[in-house]
């Protein structure tokens, strides 16, 4: 296991001398990468910079990525986290979030005179052009994502009502009728990727001269995070995923840790939301982290773990990240 990892842990996590004798001994998995996404580091960056620039507070429109610890943290230092710009006051300073927003949203910030930052993830702002770019190019478009995730509402909304329409699952891209043709299809960012696949060959057989990209619009974060878990996974008695229930990228790797093996997968937004009854009977677990989930949380499971159990840490890195985004003006 990499030094980095090893080296801020305690003994009794590392399975040194100092452990206790009788604890019985697990193995534990840490998937890499995991945790923060470029897109997440820029997005709570933007705060914690408006909040220097301009002080407290800084108003953001809805959770600026979707974790409760995230949210909490920036609350403290001075974050006022809404959900409608009707919240927030004249001459405020706000905020939107990883997610995107529809056109609508910048519209009417500019109409009421407030002072805004798009901490929108420049892949998501990728999505916005690809499908404007159809929409000029005069394709209707098929979107695949999950009905009312803001990101999804974010993207649909940078066009006419009407010219995008949702597709879920291979279900209903057997069925879609679409209103118009040609066609073109964009995805959200944070899907499984094995099931967008399946989506994708469908709408292929149906609408061979489909336009899009040549495979799909998830992130290089999803991808990779999904990567590592599938390599695991078979190893693992438990996989815990800590994220939160409104993450989707986290929610898909819970699901894709028990497609690819784990006896079973649990997403756990915290360590003191864990139910330590499911690791009755386990000899390996698991251990990764959506997106938007601090590495802070994964060594506080790990802490807790290491009072219990005799821990044997080792990680399996699939790839290394080091995409790195820069805050948008006039941040940057
Ligand atoms: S998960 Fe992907 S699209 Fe979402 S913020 Fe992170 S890098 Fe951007």
Do not use: W
């Not at 801020?8 to 100092?18: C, I, K, R, Y």
């Not at 997440?40 to 953001?60: C, H, N, S, T």
């Not at 999950?146 to 279900?171: I, K, S, W």
């Amino acid at each position: 296991m990499p030094d980095a990892l090893t080296d801020n842990l305690p003994n009794s996590l590392t399975g040194s001398p100092a452990a206790p004798q009788a604890a019985a001994s697990l193995r534990v998995i840490l998937a890499g990468p995991r945790g923060f996404c470029a897109g997440v580091d820029r997005a709570i960056r933007v705060v914690e910079e408006a909040l220097r620039r301009y002080g407290a507070p800084v108003y953001v429109r809805h959770e600026i990525v979707h974790n409760r610890t995230v949210v909490e943290d920036l609350e403290r230092q001075g974050a006022i986290f809404v959900e409608e710009l009707d919240e927030v006051p004249a001459n405020a300073h706000v905020v939107f979030s990883a997610h995107g927003v529809p056109k609508s949203v910048p519209a009417e910030a500019q109409r009421r005179q407030l002072d805004y930052l798009d901490a929108t993830c420049p892949l998501v702002s990728k999505v916005h052009r690809e499908a404007e770019r159809h929409f000029r190019e005069k394709r209707h478009i098929l979107m695949i994502g999950h009905c009312g995730h803001p990101e999804v509402v974010g993207t649909m909304g940078q066009l006419p009502p009407g010219a995008v329409t949702l597709v879920q699952n291979a279900e209903e891209a057997e069925q879609v009728k679409p209103v118009a043709e040609p066609l073109a299809f964009i995805t959200q960012t944070t899907l499984s990727v094995d099931d967008t696949a399946e989506i994708i060959d469908v709408l292929r057989r149906r609408f061979p001269h489909i336009d899009g990209p040549r495979r799909e619009d998830i992130c290089y974060a999803t991808t990779n995070r999904q990567a590592a878990v599938k390599t695991i996974a078979a190893s693992c008695d438990l996989m815990i995923v800590i994220g939160s229930p409104n993450s989707s990228n986290s929610q898909r790797l819970r699901e894709v840790a028990e497609r690819a093996g784990a006896r079973r997968a649990v997403l756990v937004p915290k360590v003191s939301d864990l139910d330590f009854s499911l690791l009755d009977g386990v000899g390996t677990v698991g251990l990764t982290a959506g997106a938007s989930a601090p590495e802070s949380l994964v060594q506080e499971v790990l802490a807790e773990l290491g009072k219990r159990f005799q821990l044997q840490i080792e990680e399996r890195q699939v790839t290394q990240e080091d995409v790195i985004f820069k805050l948008p003006y006039p941040l940057a």
